[in-house]
């Protein structure tokens, strides 16, 4: 398989840390033990634990105000994929990658698919682009796309997203990911009734064009790039749409793209209940769509998160088999670090949420006993299940410590002379 | 008809307003008929315009810090109508009370509809109340009503709402309206799943009493009293329950019930859109259910609600017929005043979009231009209304100037002669 | 020493899960043994942490909607000690309670200070209460204490502050908290500079009072009771009273008290700079002053407030010595088991801060690697510092599990037979 | 003088629309009339006020996801002088325009003043701009400017600042507005005390380089770019700096910089009254720094800022002469139909604020009368000043109707002719 690390390098720093690990590890297991449960069951689900890496994120991201970038970064979608395997190699759970069009359109899709195979890396649910307008566009997007009061705009963005479907096809993807930036910024510009309207009635050519093993999944935002309203700006009307175009399209729930304050979990539930939970653009933020790093900054909302989706599991609740991806934006870390952690982040929350005793659980909530049902979810959080994380990458034959393994062979460095930049280059996605 | 307040009174004062008043009026009539509106259309929108006055309203509020009531409140329902009409006879709007038990229960319910009659005051839709304990109650919803997960406090709720009911058709109401304070308060307390089905399982009970020609509306809350998570959070869950539910369930949207940041004028179009726009709680807030005068804040953001309501009704939109009451907490003015001068601003804002010229809006809305449409919201909000407003007073012989007529008859000094107060008496409904 | 629970039932329970907690406290002291910490200084340090309890925070707490109280409450300042000494005797870190007056006030304060001296039990900061009117007050709080225009009330509230410090001077606390519920819910209410200036006026005579040795801290909340404006409303306008009012009065910081999104340990770091963080009252939050219990929401922003007091520690900045106290309302828990849990869960974030290796993470800042700075707080949040606070506890003969203790012997039972409810008495604190 | 727009058009536009304005503008007389109040001091007013255009305004904006630029956009300051010059013959209300460096750096910054003077527009408050790196810079603002670890990224950004005042002096401007990006990402990225050290000892210098009669801003902002935390936050750590600092440095309040639901009229009330209040940038949001169209959405809280405003020169307060400038992102309209618009909207919120009785209001405050309070500042809010503010534009020979003037000139076809576009070149400046 080609790799973009030398396996003996991974090898050789695993085996310098590997004792320390087994000691945290068994230490561990004695403790989980104690309590009857079975850590290996914990690392063989960490092992199988998988998150998509989004293409556009292995780029600096930046801001309406600049964007600041690193040497070396990737000038297409095979550098792209390279850096993607780098994250694959060291961190062991992020075999596949989501692509973003047009900015990782080729021409010849199956050397992409060619090559990503070599690398062992998947592509998952394919994002269309009807928020910018490509040069030489002969209509614009700047009042909108599915919604677009122009039929030319509201047609030049239903193909767009006909196109993405043949361009994952050709990938062996089978979803595609809908965000639309639509939305108005004074008061009066839309009508929202009309604009809903329109924006259903483009979704239903684009429901009509998804292979029969195909899902949508819609995004909903509060804000941004629309700033006094936008389109599909809640999961309300995220799942009112989704009920509409069919069982094929579901809800994708962005961390970032609620109200302040807004539970978040809950809504993850009510997706759940309703069938109708597409998957995840993972991240993290205080403010508004930041893009911040997943879990780190609130790694507690995570965690619920997670505990959701694990009781869904459990619970074995019908159609539910979200996926997951990161979206992030990362300004001022290497994505690949940034992503390389993300993804262990978000790893780390799946398996805590696993040692929550469900079963106590529903007992406590069945008896209103709200401090033992808090101290349920919090005893499994409080659990350092690092040495279980590690272990699970050890055993795939990724990085215990994929971050210094990355800062050991200086990557940016040799990316920067096999990467030389077109000054006049703009970026291929920094949002 | 009974009165409060002398018609004399109100006619003598109005006389000395009428040339001013007449003078400003013209002007306006004038400055209208320029653009070919006839303003006298305006005025009979404005002399039909009635919302309704909770019946909680007319006591002082509070916090759970404190309560710092005001002489000559009253003292059980009797009262508050006695006070209902009063603002009813000065402002002209105010035509129907909206009832809450059961702090407004009586033995006789013949007796109280009887007393309404005579002041010429409706009862509109009916509040239950699942978020207190009553003295002696045998089981508690300390742990929620509707959701519960004891049998007993559901049943206990659902036969609460049942009565309502029926207390509702001896007064002549023909809706009822069901707030919940379910929640938790603790991550892990509630399976937000299964207390979402009790809840829906419990409501199904309800929506079974209903008599053929009455409505439920169902209000969703964001917080408080549950500080976690609540049951019906926002107008996603709201509207999928009352899809639930059936068609003679809508929707409810109280204006202080929503996450910071939140475009509340687009939840109204999206529920007129879905046909689930049951009614609204006016009132204004900055903080979050700080049940402030309506308009006293963000007079612009409740034109703008109005704005999709008039739109609503020009377009004929089908089961549009949202019902409107006030719901506000006052803690530092005299309820009666706040409430007469509410009622005005949220008929003021009827006005003001009453004025917007739609086709022009949706040619500036169907070309993007977005200027002129901002502007064409502007200017009808931009106009003054008082005018139309105070006229439709005159003209119905309600007070062109409400609050100095009020004032003139010193009637909190009155009542509190009449309503002596027995000092160990808990409030009859503060919140 | 008076004591509320048997020693010899910790002890034997104790004795049950002392082999479990020493092996997973050798497991971690092994751990961080390899990093050449030595876990013994942490186990101490969580000895010496202490933080003190509400009183009015063992009584039910409640919304403005309804409380649902819990059986055998404490009906006065004794009982409130009494259970103030059960959360202390479990939990090994509780060991002063900060009162508040008029609620706890009684007529011999000697008998109040020589039962507190038997519990091992001190008084810390004193809380007066000017947003409540008390039977028979001769002039109202209802338009402002400190800041009322009216003489009166100003002067009945600095007299009030004035007692408190009296009766704290008789407990041996040493410094006033001021919180006030002074501000407006309508614009124009009230003048801003003018309602400043007379608090800063009122203030004044109060901090003039304070014995040489006390310190004045001041409380800023954004709203509630008021619902447009707070005269206090941020940390702003607190520092610039605190600077006003001279080097004794300090801010304090409650961590439910600001605008939605808020980074307060910035807010820490900022009054730590300047020499104005004069102490905390902790708890939870996720939409307002929802008051509920320590971390069980943020755990992490609670360590990342820790790692600013820690680093300040660690820098010996100058004039740093902030009083930690808990503020919480517990609405659905027993405020025991609340208090006991919250105070344990802000030891550990203490516990944690303590752990992030300084030097490293200056190291990380000084050449803007974001990644390591990150990580760095990560690894010390993620161990899991449970045994550390258990061996603590233990070695102080406090409860390696103390809710489970604390329901072994069924405490409100008992408490509901001595402590006989007045059922026409009304509660002492519920805020 | 140099005009962008024939004279002669305003004045037939002008007269046709005239007789209309001057009948809005009688009645309107009379009716303040009849309070005493007399029309003409206002129109006076009205005719004197000024605002402040930012140069970077008059291209379009965009997000970090697009740009949709219009035709005919200006492409130097030379153009966007002539862009603001219409927006000025046509309001009469822009006399000035605020800079932006270096995107306005010219070589001869006497050909540009003389320029400016031929147009009669004066150059007020300069911008300095550390939060983009620069072509060729040779050490990076990407970790911050003022603040940043790096001496060298400080002293070039000092520099720039110092360079800013000496092109500013040039033009005949008198004061500084500093604006940084500075903050983190990442918990633990930066050290918050030594950051906050840093920037001001930067600062320092860049005071110590203010000629005797200028002064100095500095703009606070919760986040973006940075989305953890920013150096200047809030108010709160604005105003200390500013007192570091000294006499010469005030505080600039942007709108769109606070936290959600934070009462912004009090923060400028604050600032007066602690002397340090230096400016504005005024713009509305609903969301964060949306940098929509003043009192486009919140034209109630623009007349609050206002009232505060009004009150203090009615006060005579010391220290109080604030600049006024617009700031704004113009995603989806024509700049300058935007500028006009708003500035326009600025001065209907100011002279509705001078129409408040102030004595009434006091009593009414005094008294505590909050229903009365609010009802005063509504009443002047109601009032429609339209004809105030055309008249007053009349009387400059600018535009009764400016966006319908403006239109009838196809100002971008012949722009865009004139000001052909360098397909390579980049904004300059869009945010």
């Known amino acids: 398989m080609l790799r973009r690390i030398e396996s003996s390098l991974i090898k050789d ?8 690990l087994k000691s945290d590890y068994d230490a561990l297991a ?3 033990g ?7 069951k914990f690392t063989e689900a960490a092992e199988k634990f998988q998150i998509a890496v989004p293409s556009w994120g292995t780029g600096t991201g930046g801001t309406r105000f600049a964007r600041f970038p690193l040497k070396g970064e990737p000038r297409n979608i095979f550098e792209k994929l390279e ?3 780098v994250i694959n190699e060291l961190s062991g759970c992020t075999d ?3 692509p973003h069009f047009p900015w990782d359109k080729v021409d010849d899709f199956s050397e992409l698919k060619q090559t990503s195979d070599e690398y062992g890396i998947k592509w998952v649910s394919v994002n269309s682009n009807t928020f910018q307008d490509q040069p030489g566009q002969e209509t614009s997007y700047k009042y909108g796309s599915m919604s677009n009061t122009q039929q030319s705009s509201r047609d030049l963005a239903i193909q767009h997203n006909l196109d993405c479907i043949e361009y994952g096809q050709q990938l062996g993807a089978n979803s595609l990911t809908v965000w639309v930036g639509d939305g108005s910024n004074h008061p009066g510009q839309q009508h929202f009734q009309k604009a809903f309207e329109r924006y259903l009635s483009s979704m239903e050519k684009v429901y009509a064009g998804l292979p029969s093993d195909w899902e949508m999944h819609i995004e909903h935002k509060m804000f941004e790039p629309a700033f006094y309203s936008t ?3 809640d999961w309300g009307s995220n799942i009112l749409a989704a009920m509409h175009l069919g069982p094929k399209c579901k809800s994708l729930v962005d961390l970032g793209h609620h109200a302040p304050n807004t539970n978040i979990e809950m809504i993850v539930s009510r997706l759940i209940q309703f069938k109708k939970l597409g998957g995840f653009h993972f991240n993290d933020s205080k403010y508004g769509d930041d893009d911040l790093d997943s879990g780190s900054l609130h790694p507690y909302q995570q965690f619920l998160i997670f505990n959701e989706l694990v009781d869904a599991e459990y619970r074995q609740q019908a159609e539910f088999d979200p996926s997951y991806m990161l979206d992030q934006s990362h300004n001022v870390t290497d994505p690949i670090e940034s992503l390389i952690v993300s993804a262990i982040e978000v790893q780390r929350s799946y398996i805590k949420a696993l040692l929550v005793d469900r079963e106590s659980l529903y007992g406590y909530q069945e008896s209103n006993d709200a401090m033992m049902a808090s101290l349920e979810l919090k005893k499994a959080f409080n659990v350092d299940v690092t040495p279980i994380l590690a272990m699970a990458r050890y055993r795939q034959s990724a990085a215990i410590n994929p971050i210094g393994v990355y800062r050991s062979i200086d990557y940016r460095t040799r990316m920067d002379k096999d990467r030389p930049r077109d000054p006049n280059a703009s970026g291929s996605g920094i949002v």
């Open 30 to 32: 004695e403790k989980l």
């Open 96 to 98: 596949s990658v989501s």
């Open 231 to 233: 389109v599909i700006q």
């Open 13 to 20: 720093k695993n085996e310098e840390l590997y004792t320390d």
């Open 34 to 40: 104690r309590d009857g449960i079975d850590i290996e």
């Open 83 to 85: 850096d993607c395997s």
